[in-house]
């Protein structure tokens, strides 16, 4: 009976590992077509990308998603 419960324990950790990573890579994505961000695509393979390489640049991806590109100005010297 323990080795059955052994094996559950395990597979929900498992199961819940692979969701965490789940979660974690599609947030910053979710998060910028959230927020109508220019560049949705690129925040999103970003989040991919860097999950999966390492984890060190993706909290600067979920950022990214937050920060959207400041429109140019325009001139105000309209005659």
């Known amino acids: 009976m323990l080795d059955l419960f052994a094996w559950l324990v395990l597979a929900i950790l498992v199961a819940s590992a692979i969701a965490t990573v789940a979660i974690a890579g599609s947030l910053p994505g979710h998060i ?4 109508g ?15 999966f390489l390492g984890f060190v640049l993706w909290p600067v991806v979920l950022i990214w998603a937050y920060v959207d590109v400041p429109s140019p100005r325009r001139s105000e010297a309209r005659q």
């Open 32 to 35: 910028a077509r959230k927020r």
């Open 37 to 51: 961000h220019p560049w949705v695509e690129a925040v999103t393979v970003a989040g991919w990308v860097t999950l």
